[in-house]
């Protein structure tokens, strides 16, 4: 792979709805509003039908070239294409979509700042509040409960479609419009309206835990994620265990999961992957830690990317994964460009772990099932590790 061909989450699944499946993962794991673990796209080739698609991009842009010379929407013309292929993760994206999501390859998004959680009762509360953003500027703090959005009420609704109303999805809303927020402190309830504004992600925290371990949340793999990585590796304590906590993790760049995977390979196979029936490699770069014990925390929000760097410290004996079994993502897509700049994503080949597994709809199974307790499992599991 080119360092520009990404495995992808799940896409849009109508309009008004737009991209909000996609936060599903980086929202499990506590993002904030809007942060899109989104991938870098590969060049634009006219490509062949494969076994992987029913239908091909080039059929695709053709069906929307017809429909612009005609005087329609190709958008909704290559909209209607994907959806009768089959394919389960083809999409197609406006522009301003796609722009997003290039936006957030850089780690940055469009939100207010709010990292959202709901509750058993469904209540939506405020997770965390990002310093300097203008939910932070408007005083809101960590457990005030979100009642509405613009007047929507948000009680019992998916996190992810309360974060598409922050972010104005349904709209395109861009930097500096308002949000009215409707929220509520013990006995008070008031109303406040945000300015949307451009932010950035945190996809990966370092933080330590009793006995020098050293824990590695990887949040999504935007740009520059696989370096810091490599980087609290090398400064985690000498002799002492990591935990790499790719909980919520929908996956990311490609590349970024083959550098945050090196930190703990010395070389070796990735993961194997077709593009077209074309046989591929992913090779880790030498000289990673080796000796550190590890442990994968997973879940069923680890997707794509996540599952390839988790496939393969697995197969490769580096690391005991540890909870539930991950999404089952584990096919690639590529882009074509539309007539009207719109943007149609097919796939074209999937991918396997170094042992030759197949991800896609079968997940990962963990070594060591763990739902609740799962971190403290993880420490367990360390503690072992290190006096064998």
């Known amino acids: 792979m080119s360092g520009r061909d990404l495995f992808c989450q799940p896409r849009r699944v109508g309009r008004g709805a737009a991209l909000t499946l996609v936060f599903a993962g980086v929202l499990a794991a506590g ?39 005609d005087g329609k929407s190709p958008e909704e013309a290559a909209e209607r294409a994907v959806s009768r292929s089959g394919d389960r993760w083809g999409a ?22 709010l990292m959202a959680r709901r509750e058993r009762d469904g209540r939506i509360e405020v997770a965390r509040v990002r310093a300097g953003s203008p939910a932070a500027e408007a005083r809101i703090r960590e457990g005030d409960r979100l009642r509405s959005v613009d007047g929507h009420r948000v009680d019992g609704r998916p996190v992810t479609e ?12 861009p930097v500096g419009t308002p949000v009215r927020l409707g929220l509520e402190r013990g006995t008070r309830v008031w109303s406040v309206t945000l300015r949307r504004a451009s932010l950035s992600t945190e996809p990966v925290t370092v933080r330590g835990l009793p006995g020098g371990v050293t824990v590695i949340k990887v949040a999504a793999f935007t740009r520059g994620s696989g370096e810091r990585v490599r980087g609290a590796v090398r400064q985690a304590r000498p002799g002492a265990g990591i935990i790499l906590d790719l909980r919520g993790n929908s996956g990311g760049l490609v590349t970024e999961a083959v550098t945050a995977a090196s930190a703990f390979l010395d070389g070796g196979l990735v993961a194997t992957y077709d593009v077209e029936g074309e046989q591929r490699a992913l090779h880790a770069e030498p000289g990673g830690d080796t000796e550190k014990p590890l442990v994968t925390l997973v879940d069923g929000g680890t997707m794509s990317a996540a599952e390839l760097v988790t496939g393969a410290l697995q197969d490769r004996g580096r690391a005991v994964v540890v909870g539930a079994r991950t999404f089952g993502k584990g096919s690639v897509q590529m882009p074509s460009r539309l007539p009207d700049g719109s943007v149609a994503e097919l796939t074209v080949g999937h991918y396997r772990t170094p042992a030759g597994r197949g991800v896609d709809g079968k997940g990962i199974t963990p070594d060591l099932e763990a739902d609740t307790g799962a971190l403290r499992r993880a420490e367990t599991v360390l503690s072992g590790l290190g006096e064998r």
Do not use: Q, W
């Not at 301003?96 to 700042?113: H, K, P, S």
């Not at 309360?162 to 809303?173: M, P």
């Open 92 to 113: 197609v994206y406006s522009e301003g979509e796609y722009e997003e999501f290039t936006e957030a390859l850089d780690g940055r998004y469009t939100g207010v700042g």
């Open 31 to 69: 993002a904030a509003t809007g942060a899109l673990p989104g991938e870098e796209r590969a060049p634009e080739p006219e490509v062949r039908r494969t076994a992987a698609a029913s239908v091909s991009r080039h059929e695709v842009a053709e069906a929307a070239a017809e429909a612009m010379a």
């Open 162 to 173: 309360v974060v598409s109303l922050l972010r104005g999805d349904a709209t395109d809303a």
